[in-house]
Protein backbone atom coordinates (compact mmCIF):
# COMPACT_ATOMS: atom_id res chain seq x y z
CA UNK A 1 0.00 0.00 0.00
CA UNK A 2 1.37 3.74 -0.85
CA UNK A 3 1.97 5.71 1.79
CA UNK A 4 0.18 8.59 0.59
CA UNK A 5 1.48 11.19 3.44
CA UNK A 6 5.24 10.54 2.08
CA UNK A 7 3.66 11.67 -1.67
CA UNK A 8 4.05 15.39 -3.30
CA UNK A 9 0.57 17.48 -3.64
CA UNK A 10 0.85 16.78 -7.53
CA UNK A 11 1.37 12.93 -7.10
CA UNK A 12 -1.57 12.59 -4.86
CA UNK A 13 -3.96 14.43 -6.77
CA UNK A 14 -2.95 12.87 -10.09
CA UNK A 15 -3.29 9.15 -7.85
CA UNK A 16 -6.76 10.21 -6.41
CA UNK A 17 -8.02 11.42 -10.12
CA UNK A 18 -6.50 8.32 -11.87
CA UNK A 19 -8.54 6.30 -9.10
CA UNK A 20 -11.79 8.53 -9.84
CA UNK A 21 -11.20 7.75 -13.21
CA UNK A 22 -10.88 4.04 -13.01
CA UNK A 23 -13.98 3.74 -10.57
CA UNK A 24 -16.57 6.56 -12.24
CA UNK A 25 -17.24 5.92 -16.01
CA UNK A 26 -17.22 9.74 -17.14
CA UNK A 27 -20.79 11.52 -16.31
CA UNK A 28 -22.22 12.47 -19.27
CA UNK A 29 -22.82 16.05 -17.28
CA UNK A 30 -18.85 16.18 -17.42
CA UNK A 31 -18.96 16.70 -21.43
CA UNK A 32 -21.59 19.30 -21.08
CA UNK A 33 -19.47 21.42 -18.99
CA UNK A 34 -16.44 20.94 -21.42
CA UNK A 35 -18.44 22.63 -23.50
CA UNK A 36 -18.92 24.74 -21.18
CA UNK A 37 -15.55 25.48 -20.65
CA UNK A 38 -14.66 25.80 -24.10
CA UNK A 39 -16.89 28.55 -24.42
CA UNK A 40 -15.75 29.97 -21.64
CA UNK A 41 -11.79 29.94 -23.32
CA UNK A 42 -10.46 27.35 -21.39
CA UNK A 43 -9.82 24.86 -24.23
CA UNK A 44 -7.64 23.06 -22.32
CA UNK A 45 -9.99 21.87 -19.53
CA UNK A 46 -12.67 21.03 -22.45
CA UNK A 47 -10.09 18.72 -24.09
CA UNK A 48 -9.59 17.20 -20.58
CA UNK A 49 -13.20 16.53 -20.45
CA UNK A 50 -13.57 15.57 -23.70
CA UNK A 51 -10.47 12.81 -23.56
CA UNK A 52 -12.32 11.32 -20.35
CA UNK A 53 -14.82 10.68 -21.76
CA UNK A 54 -13.72 9.21 -24.88
CA UNK A 55 -11.86 6.89 -22.70
CA UNK A 56 -14.65 6.07 -20.07
CA UNK A 57 -17.39 5.78 -22.94
CA UNK A 58 -15.92 4.66 -26.18
CA UNK A 59 -19.23 3.50 -27.49
CA UNK A 60 -21.63 6.37 -25.85
CA UNK A 61 -24.06 7.22 -28.35
CA UNK A 62 -22.78 11.02 -28.00
CA UNK A 63 -19.11 9.84 -28.82
CA UNK A 64 -19.75 12.15 -31.61
CA UNK A 65 -20.20 15.02 -29.58
CA UNK A 66 -17.13 14.07 -27.33
CA UNK A 67 -14.64 13.77 -30.40
CA UNK A 68 -15.72 17.09 -32.10
CA UNK A 69 -15.34 18.93 -28.81
CA UNK A 70 -11.67 17.33 -27.98
CA UNK A 71 -11.18 18.44 -31.91
CA UNK A 72 -12.10 21.73 -31.97
CA UNK A 73 -10.34 22.04 -28.52
CA UNK A 74 -7.42 20.59 -30.13
CA UNK A 75 -7.56 22.80 -32.71
CA UNK A 76 -8.13 26.21 -30.92
CA UNK A 77 -4.40 24.37 -28.39
CA UNK A 78 -2.51 24.24 -32.45
CA UNK A 79 -2.83 20.18 -32.34
CA UNK A 80 -4.03 20.59 -35.92
CA UNK A 81 -2.79 17.18 -36.30
CA UNK A 82 -4.72 15.42 -33.42
CA UNK A 83 -7.40 17.90 -34.60
CA UNK A 84 -7.97 16.64 -38.37
CA UNK A 85 -8.19 13.05 -36.84
CA UNK A 86 -11.07 13.93 -33.93
CA UNK A 87 -12.80 15.64 -36.18
CA UNK A 88 -13.00 13.63 -39.10
CA UNK A 89 -13.24 10.68 -36.77
CA UNK A 90 -16.61 12.76 -35.42
CA UNK A 91 -18.39 12.97 -39.13
CA UNK A 92 -17.77 8.91 -39.52
CA UNK A 93 -19.37 8.90 -36.06
CA UNK A 94 -22.36 11.05 -36.44
CA UNK A 95 -25.31 10.91 -38.07
CA UNK A 96 -26.03 14.56 -37.03
CA UNK A 97 -26.06 16.90 -39.97
CA UNK A 98 -25.87 19.83 -37.69
CA UNK A 99 -22.69 18.36 -36.07
CA UNK A 100 -21.21 17.35 -39.28
CA UNK A 101 -21.66 20.83 -40.84
CA UNK A 102 -19.65 21.80 -37.73
CA UNK A 103 -16.82 19.80 -38.44
CA UNK A 104 -16.17 20.24 -41.62
CA UNK A 105 -16.01 24.44 -40.85
CA UNK A 106 -13.20 23.16 -38.21
CA UNK A 107 -11.88 21.58 -40.81
CA UNK A 108 -11.71 24.12 -43.75
CA UNK A 109 -10.75 26.36 -41.12
CA UNK A 110 -7.70 24.34 -40.19
CA UNK A 111 -6.68 23.52 -43.92
CA UNK A 112 -7.48 27.36 -44.83
CA UNK A 113 -4.96 28.61 -41.98
CA UNK A 114 -2.38 26.24 -43.17
CA UNK A 115 -2.63 27.64 -46.50
CA UNK A 116 -4.32 23.98 -47.70
CA UNK A 117 -6.66 25.76 -50.26
CA UNK A 118 -7.75 23.03 -52.57
CA UNK A 119 -8.92 21.23 -48.96
CA UNK A 120 -10.16 24.26 -47.80
CA UNK A 121 -12.51 24.69 -50.18
CA UNK A 122 -13.81 20.86 -50.73
CA UNK A 123 -14.32 21.14 -46.57
CA UNK A 124 -16.05 24.01 -46.62
CA UNK A 125 -18.50 22.67 -49.95
CA UNK A 126 -19.13 19.32 -47.77
CA UNK A 127 -20.09 21.55 -44.48
CA UNK A 128 -22.97 23.08 -46.95
CA UNK A 129 -24.46 19.68 -47.56
CA UNK A 130 -26.28 20.64 -44.80
CA UNK A 131 -29.89 22.39 -45.17
CA UNK A 132 -30.69 23.30 -42.21
CA UNK A 133 -27.69 25.80 -41.50
CA UNK A 134 -28.43 29.72 -40.50
CA UNK A 135 -27.35 32.59 -43.38
CA UNK A 136 -24.37 33.63 -41.58
CA UNK A 137 -23.15 30.32 -41.37
CA UNK A 138 -24.25 29.90 -45.22
CA UNK A 139 -22.54 33.20 -46.05
CA UNK A 140 -19.27 32.60 -43.75
CA UNK A 141 -19.21 29.31 -46.07
CA UNK A 142 -19.71 31.03 -49.28
CA UNK A 143 -17.04 33.41 -48.54
CA UNK A 144 -14.15 31.28 -47.55
CA UNK A 145 -14.73 29.25 -50.59
CA UNK A 146 -14.66 32.01 -53.02
CA UNK A 147 -11.47 32.91 -51.17
CA UNK A 148 -10.16 29.71 -51.21
CA UNK A 149 -10.69 29.45 -54.97
CA UNK A 150 -8.99 32.75 -55.50
CA UNK A 151 -5.92 31.75 -53.83
CA UNK A 152 -5.37 28.66 -56.19
CA UNK A 153 -5.69 30.77 -59.01
CA UNK A 154 -9.42 30.37 -60.00
CA UNK A 155 -10.42 33.93 -60.06
CA UNK A 156 -13.52 33.18 -62.05
CA UNK A 157 -14.88 30.39 -59.91
CA UNK A 158 -14.48 32.78 -57.11
CA UNK A 159 -17.28 35.40 -58.73
CA UNK A 160 -20.63 33.03 -57.95
CA UNK A 161 -19.85 32.53 -54.28
CA UNK A 162 -18.45 36.34 -53.73
CA UNK A 163 -21.88 37.23 -55.16
CA UNK A 164 -23.95 34.67 -53.02
CA UNK A 165 -22.17 36.69 -49.73
CA UNK A 166 -23.34 40.23 -51.22
CA UNK A 167 -27.08 39.21 -52.37
CA UNK A 168 -27.26 37.68 -48.36
CA UNK A 169 -27.10 41.09 -46.62
CA UNK A 170 -26.36 39.15 -43.22
CA UNK A 171 -22.37 39.90 -42.92
CA UNK A 172 -21.63 43.31 -43.14
CA UNK A 173 -18.15 43.22 -42.85
CA UNK A 174 -17.79 39.90 -44.74
CA UNK A 175 -20.38 41.20 -47.92
CA UNK A 176 -17.37 44.79 -47.77
CA UNK A 177 -14.82 41.91 -48.31
CA UNK A 178 -16.68 40.11 -51.01
CA UNK A 179 -17.34 43.14 -53.07
CA UNK A 180 -13.55 44.28 -53.30
CA UNK A 181 -12.77 40.64 -53.71
CA UNK A 182 -15.87 40.23 -56.49
CA UNK A 183 -13.71 41.35 -59.71
CA UNK A 184 -10.10 41.06 -58.36
CA UNK A 185 -7.76 38.89 -61.41
CA UNK A 186 -4.80 38.66 -59.10
CA UNK A 187 -3.03 39.63 -56.06
CA UNK A 188 -0.67 42.08 -55.02
CA UNK A 189 1.67 43.24 -52.14
CA UNK A 190 0.85 46.50 -50.21
CA UNK A 191 3.25 48.22 -48.28
CA UNK A 192 0.76 50.57 -46.68
CA UNK A 193 -2.13 52.60 -47.17
CA UNK A 194 -2.58 56.13 -46.41
CA UNK A 195 -5.64 58.55 -46.14
CA UNK A 196 -2.98 61.71 -48.25
CA UNK A 197 -1.02 61.05 -50.89
CA UNK A 198 1.76 62.75 -49.82
CA UNK A 199 2.56 59.78 -47.25
CA UNK A 200 1.86 57.38 -49.89
CA UNK A 201 4.40 59.02 -52.04
CA UNK A 202 6.98 58.80 -49.30
CA UNK A 203 6.63 55.38 -48.95
CA UNK A 204 6.75 54.88 -52.61
CA UNK A 205 10.52 57.41 -52.52
CA UNK A 206 11.76 54.90 -49.69
CA UNK A 207 10.96 51.79 -51.19
CA UNK A 208 12.49 52.85 -54.59
CA UNK A 209 15.73 53.64 -52.15
CA UNK A 210 15.62 49.92 -51.41
CA UNK A 211 15.46 48.94 -55.16
CA UNK A 212 11.52 48.23 -54.80
CA UNK A 213 9.32 49.35 -57.54
CA UNK A 214 5.80 50.19 -56.49
CA UNK A 215 2.60 52.19 -57.64
CA UNK A 216 -0.13 53.83 -56.07
CA UNK A 217 -4.05 52.86 -56.41
CA UNK A 218 -6.63 54.00 -54.64
CA UNK A 219 -10.20 52.79 -53.59
CA UNK A 220 -13.06 53.40 -51.29
CA UNK A 221 -14.01 51.38 -48.35
CA UNK A 222 -16.53 50.53 -45.97
CA UNK A 223 -16.32 54.01 -44.07
CA UNK A 224 -16.94 56.07 -47.39
CA UNK A 225 -13.32 57.01 -47.69
CA UNK A 226 -10.28 57.27 -50.43
CA UNK A 227 -7.70 55.37 -48.73
CA UNK A 228 -4.57 55.55 -51.16
CA UNK A 229 -2.79 52.33 -51.24
CA UNK A 230 0.88 51.48 -51.78
CA UNK A 231 1.58 48.07 -53.96
CA UNK A 232 3.75 46.07 -56.30
CA UNK A 233 3.46 43.14 -58.42
CA UNK A 234 0.27 40.76 -60.00
CA UNK A 235 0.19 37.26 -58.62
CA UNK A 236 -2.07 34.60 -59.83
CA UNK A 237 -2.03 32.82 -57.19
CA UNK A 238 -1.48 33.16 -52.75
CA UNK A 239 2.04 30.78 -53.11
CA UNK A 240 3.32 32.90 -55.98
CA UNK A 241 2.39 36.20 -53.74
CA UNK A 242 3.96 34.42 -50.80
CA UNK A 243 6.99 33.80 -52.19
CA UNK A 244 7.59 37.08 -53.56
CA UNK A 245 6.46 38.63 -50.13
CA UNK A 246 9.96 36.62 -48.28
CA UNK A 247 12.18 38.47 -50.27
CA UNK A 248 11.06 41.88 -49.44
CA UNK A 249 13.19 43.05 -46.70
CA UNK A 250 11.47 42.53 -43.54
CA UNK A 251 11.46 46.17 -42.48
CA UNK A 252 9.05 46.69 -44.79
CA UNK A 253 5.51 45.64 -43.55
CA UNK A 254 3.60 43.64 -46.72
CA UNK A 255 0.77 42.15 -46.60
CA UNK A 256 -1.19 39.99 -49.59
CA UNK A 257 -4.08 41.27 -51.01
CA UNK A 258 -6.27 40.75 -53.77
Known amino acids: MIAMRHLP ?47 ANPNAGDIDQALYLRGISRMTRGNRTGANEDLQAAIKKTTRADLRSKAYRALGDIAYDQQKWADAAK ?11 DKPTI ?62 QALIT ?30 TTWNEASAARSRIPAKYPVVIVP
Not at 158 to 180: G, H, M
Open 9 to 55: KCGLLLLIAGALAACNPADPKSLHQGFTDYENKQPEKAELAADTYIR
Open 139 to 200: TYFNYRIGAALQAQGLWKDSVDWFSKVIAARDDAALADRAVRRLHATSFALQYGAFQDRASA
Open 206 to 235: QLQTAGIVATLSSEVRADNKLWVLVQSGSF
Open 123 to 133: DYQLGLDNLTL
